[in-house]
């Protein structure tokens, strides 16, 4: 638990000063993210400025170092019944709150609770130039000045490093089940939707090797009534396959096939592509397996509303992320000029030109 | 801005009759004197022209004839904006949306809406009800304000605990740039790739773009929603309850309260059945399964007694709800019914001070010798202070002003913000350079500059010149010292 943020801006000054670039680091198990990191570049730490700042249960909002491990985090919120709602993976035990909100990661519950993104309130950031600025607030609804704070969801760190977080946390649900049953990826994707649009406690909705899963949670007379009248087994032990798919644990997601992420229109029809999947998030966030040519999957995702990225895996030398229309590509070439005029943030981390 | 030579009234019109129908390119003052102010009619300033186009092609050429002649554009929906954020600027164009108001299509499976910006707020939850579905952000202008100033403002209501603001519910919004490029920003996905453009363009209060059109999620409509009445003796127990609510892991999908001259001024108008004696009051809407509202409202009742209320009623039908709700959503005008004017603020705090800023609020109200009613998002921390006054007495609104922020002030010394849904628009513009240092602010301005080179949208709005912040905190800084003083010999 220590505050080394006057350390990290001397260490951003220094390197404006000899035009070095630095690579962001948290707790280090997010370095397959992204494209391949410059191997030029010097390291910017964040692993050891941890600490919880400020923690009010009653006003659901939590303060921390960006730092901090989720493990820490989510063990201070379960001694007084709150969670992150948004289910953060872990791919590790360093995995970090910055890490999470720059990579923008959340678990099963999204559709529902909302994603990382959602729950940030405020933020503080050492910017390009080393000056360490406070957005947002503590607060849930701030809306003075521009919203910078959400701005970081995805950023990968080239727009600063993010140092503090305040987030808004949740009562953890009273009670979860989960129901299973068999069905075909054809009926699977009108099934999840029409499910999440009845009024019902559900929190989650997957599908995976021929089997539907939908998770109920909340007060327990809500979930226990739904699970009655909703079709599908009772899952034993039904939060642990929730908890794989949260840490990408499940067996789907072993080996070292290229791992692809779409992230689609809940509605829209899968992809014509072989290989295994598994759908998450009532359709609208869909895993692939295999060796495929970028472009080719872009125009498939674009059909379903949506874009891809190369998750894990694959040729990470080239661009991994869906291409970015040029005006949006210049509005963030300037937005990361502004953040960082010397570039030296995660250079070409998220796009090559970026 | 002053590079180039300024474009005339006349040749403007000129160009923008060449693909508008010339009956919505006005430059008279008669008609154009409704646009002078949004719903902050201490703020007039008329334009040079005002102009209403339907299409996004439109938009998108209006926009490359100003950013070529470097013309201010103000953006303009239903004018209901409070913080004077839609204001013309004397030498700019209005750009109203207000022709863009068809709701395009309803998808009941996905549960999204693709509207046109003019749509209002409340017509998009009239047309989904057909689905079982509606719209969550509601703010209280819901049946005017339209959806484009939603994106534009962040708007919020009083489910926003719950059901969150309108940036955790849009999905994708088509806007033109200020150089006149047309780009979509999100999907019908729930993230994209890249830097969260769709985030910073919601609250951006048309500094950035012209939304042409927006997609919104829909909720799927709750089975039952049922509200507790409680009254306290005192601020500081309702506010007590509102957190003991919260750690009994209960989120309300509405949490409001009210002090005792919002009570009064609301229960004479509405004749909702208020306790008039209380001096403090919470709705407390719990919505859901008919079983979890079952279960949830007994535990409520039960926890509102044991932490003092003086009364406990709670709605037994749909009727009763909305009367109860009445007297909250007319707050406003039914205090404007008590004076022949109001000025509505709209700090949020952290709740824990909710006490130690309504005391130091009724201080301010002897000090400055006016008026104050509370009204509360008690859930989400948004505080709703209505100074009352009397702008035909001098200098009475100049000491409302005054008033006004020295409570935003508090705000921000104990950790809250200046605006949590109204906008900062000119009137809170001041108060930036409070929240805000000068580094913070010219990343604000970089901020713009990447969208807005030339810096033609929305211009004098939202964020401060650095050139006059030093002088504002000086100013405040000198205004608090007196006043310790004044405390300390009063």
């Not at chain 2, 603020?345 to 952290?350: A, H, K, L, S, V």
Request: hydrophobic share 40%; with cysteine; net charge negative.
């Amino acid at each position: 638990m220590a505050d080394i943020s006057q350390k990290l801006k001397e260490q951003i000054l220094q390197a404006q000063q000899v035009g070095q670039k630095l690579n962001i680091e948290g707790g280090g198990t997010k370095a397959f993210m992204g494209r391949a990191a410059d191997t030029d570049a010097g390291t910017l730490k964040l692993g050891e400025h941890t600490g919880i700042v400020e923690y009010h249960p009653v006003e659901l909002v939590l303060t921390a170092r960006a730092g901090t491990p989720l493990a820490d985090i989510e063990a201070t919120l379960a001694e007084e019944g709150q969670c992150l709602h948004f289910e953060p993976p872990r791919f590790g035990e360093g995995s970090t709150l910055g890490g999470t909100l720059a990579c923008n990661l959340s678990g099963p519950a999204r559709p529902w609770s909302g994603s990382v993104r959602d729950q940030v309130l405020g933020i503080r950031l050492l910017n390009g130039k080393g000056e360490h600025l406070r957005f947002g607030g503590q607060v849930m609804k701030n809306v003075a000045g521009y919203d910078t704070s959400r701005l970081q969801a995805g950023a990968m760190g080239t727009l600063g490093a993010i140092t503090e977080i305040s987030l808004k946390v949740m009562p953890k649900p009273a009670t979860s089940l989960t129901l299973v049953q068999d069905m075909a990826l054809d009926d699977v994707i009108q099934y999840m939707n029409s499910r999440a649009k009845e009024p019902k406690p559900i929190t989650g909705a997957a599908w995976v090797d021929g089997k539907v899963y939908l998770r109920l949670a909340g007060a327990r007379s809500a979930v226990e009534a739904t699970a009655e009248k909703w079709s599908g087994e009772v899952m034993e032990q039904g939060d642990d396959f929730w908890r794989q798919l949260q840490h990408m644990q499940h067996e789907f997601f072993a080996g070292d096939q290229p791992l692809w992420r779409f992230s689609v229109g809940s509605t829209a029809t899968n992809p014509d592509l072989d290989g295994p999947w598994l759908i998450d998030w009532a359709g609208s966030q869909r895993w692939y397996r295999g060796e495929a040519d970028i472009t080719r999957l872009e125009s498939l995702a674009q059909r379903a509303g949506g874009q891809v990225s190369l998750f894990r895996g694959g040729d990470r030398t080239d661009e991994v992320m869906h291409h970015q229309p040029r005006a949006l590509k210049e509005i963030q070439r300037r937005l990361k000029h502004s953040f960082d005029p010397d570039g030296i943030f995660n250079p070409g981390r998220l796009y090559s030109w970026l | 801005m002053n590079t180039k030579p300024k474009v005339s009234q006349a040749e403007l019109a000129e160009k923008f009759r060449a693909f508008i129908d010339p009956d919505f390119v006005i430059t008279d003052d008669e008609t154009m004197k409704p646009y002078e102010c949004d719903g902050m009619s201490m703020y007039c300033e008329m334009p040079m022209l005002v102009v209403l186009p339907e299409t996004a092609q439109q938009v998108q050429r209006i926009m490359r004839i100003c950013n070529e002649h470097e013309v201010p554009v103000v953006a303009r929906g239903a004018g209901t904006g409070l913080s004077a954020g839609a204001m013309p600027h004397k030498e700019g164009v209005v750009l109203s949306l207000a022709k863009f108001n068809r709701i395009l299509d309803i998808d009941p499976l996905a549960r999204t809406a693709r509207l046109q910006p003019g749509v209002r707020n409340l017509a998009i939850s009239e047309e989904a009800a057909q689905f079982g579905l509606y719209y969550g952000p509601d703010p209280s202008s819901q049946i005017a304000c339209t959806i484009g100033g939603n994106v534009a403002e962040n708007s919020g209501g009083v489910h926003c605990l719950k059901y969150g603001l309108t940036v955790h519910n849009i999905l994708s919004v088509e806007m033109i740039t200020a150089e006149g490029e047309r780009v979509t920003i999100g999907s019908d996905a729930l993230d994209v790739c890249g830097m969260d453009l769709l985030a910073l363009m919601t609250g951006s209060e048309g500094l950035l773009g012209i939304v042409t059109e927006v997609k919104v999620k829909l909720l799927p409509k709750p089975e039952v929603a049922q509200v507790v009445m409680a009254g306290f003796d005192s601020v500081q127990k309702a506010g007590d309850a509102v957190g003991g609510i919260i750690s009994r892991g209960i989120i309300p999908g509405g949490l409001e309260m009210m002090d005792g001259h919002a009570i009064i001024a609301a229960d004479d108008f509405a004749q909702a059945g208020y306790p008039r004696e209380a001096k403090a009051l919470l709705l407390c809407e719990v919505d859901g399964t008919e079983e979890e509202v079952h279960e949830h409202i007994a535990q409520a009742e039960a926890l509102f007694r044991e932490l003092g209320a003086t009364s406990v009623k709670t709605s037994q039908s749909e009727e009763e709800r909305a009367l109860l709700w009445k007297g909250r959503k007319s707050a406003f005008p039914a205090v404007g019914r008590i004076s022949p004017d109001y000025y509505c603020m709209d700090g949020t705090i952290p709740r824990r001070y909710l006490a130690h800023v309504l005391l130091e609020m009724e201080k301010m109200s002897e000090e400055f010798g006016l008026r104050v009613a509370n009204v509360f998002h008690a859930g989400d921390g948004n505080l709703h202070p209505l100074i009352l006054f009397d702008a035909n007495v001098a200098g009475e609104f100049e000491r409302t002003e005054a008033f006004g922020g020295r409570i935003l002030n508090l705000c921000v010394e104990v950790g809250g913000c200046i605006t949590g849904e109204h906008g900062v628009g000119v009137e809170k513009i001041r108060q930036m350079a409070v929240q805000f240092n000068d580094e913070e602010l010219q990343q604000f301005h970089d901020v713009k500059a990447a969208f807005d080179p030339a810096g033609i949208l929305n211009p004098g709005k939202g964020v401060p010149a650095l050139r006059f912040c030093q002088e504002y905190r000086s100013l405040e800084h000198k205004q608090h010292k007196h006043n310790t003083v004044d405390a300390a010999h009063g």
